[in-house]
């Protein structure tokens, strides 16, 4: 598949739950019947579980990739200059973004996790007792950030009324999943070329939404 232009911001969101759904079907065969939905974003096939998908980006990085993307599709040249004021490069068809840190990376984790907590209360409350949590990073996090993930969200469920029974972080080259009830952490390589037909089928699904 070819796709000419780059996805309108408004269907990132769109992208984002396709392709963590795909990513769950590659590694498990249990989320087959699985379907996007809203509020949770995956619901299983009779809506008694869901699965919350977020970007994991860290939000100056976020706020450039959005600059890019309106210059890609408006051509102003004053969102290439916000990118780049903000520290990134920004081409017709590429950025690179400024360096960050795992401490970055792992501070913009707990952020979104905590916002994403606020949540669960309200789920609970409609009859969707089994919930979990899907974080997509594109491109690969730093070493200390794939090790260290889990013990953030491990820490911050520690003292909250109601907890995700599974959080997933999904990445360039795997699904790391965090087992609440069981206290554990597995990883699931992912295979390049998969990966790519994976962002693929995402990427057309957005399209044809």
């Known amino acids: 598949?070819?796709?000419?232009?780059?996805?309108?911001?408004?269907e990132m969101k769109y992208y984002t739950e396709h392709f963590a759904l795909a990513v769950l079907r590659y590694c498990f065969d249990r989320y087959d019947s699985w379907r996007v939905a809203d509020?949770?974003?995956l619901q299983s096939e009779d809506?008694?579980?869901?699965?919350?998908?977020?970007?994991?980006?860290?939000?100056?990085?976020?706020?450039?990739?959005?600059?890019?993307?309106?210059y890609w599709e408006t051509g102003d040249v004053r969102y290439k200059n916000k990118a780049e004021y903000?520290?990134?490069?920004a081409g017709e068809e590429f950025y690179i973004l400024p360096s960050v840190d795992s401490n970055d990376e792992?501070?913009?984790?707990?952020?979104i996790f905590r916002k994403k907590l606020s949540k669960l209360s309200a789920y609970k409350k409609r009859g969707i007792n089994r919930l979990g949590?899907?974080?997509?990073?594109d491109g690969l996090?730093?070493?200390?950030?794939?090790?260290?993930?889990?013990?953030?969200?491990?820490?911050?469920?520690?003292?909250?009324?109601e907890r995700y029974d599974k959080v997933f972080f999904a990445y360039s080259s795997a699904l790391s999943y965090y087992n609440a009830a069981t206290d554990t952490t597995t990883?699931?390589?992912?295979?390049?070329?998969?990966?790519?037909?994976?962002?693929?089928?995402?990427?057309?699904m957005a399209d044809n939404r």
């Open 106 to 111: 792992l501070a913009a984790l707990e952020t």
């Open 47 to 70: 809506g008694s579980a869901g699965i919350e998908v977020t970007e994991l980006a860290i939000s100056l990085n976020k706020a450039i990739v959005g600059d890019c993307l309106h």
């Open 1 to 10: 598949m070819h796709f000419p232009k780059p996805l309108k911001a408004e």
């Open 133 to 137: 949590l899907i974080m997509v990073m």
């Open 86 to 89: 903000r520290g990134a490069r």
């Open 187 to 204: 990883n699931y390589a992912i295979v390049r070329d998969d990966y790519e037909a994976l962002a693929k089928y995402a990427r057309f």
């Open 39 to 41: 509020a949770p974003d």
């Open 141 to 161: 996090p730093l070493a200390a950030t794939a090790e260290n993930w889990a013990e953030v969200v491990r820490v911050l469920q520690s003292d909250a009324e």
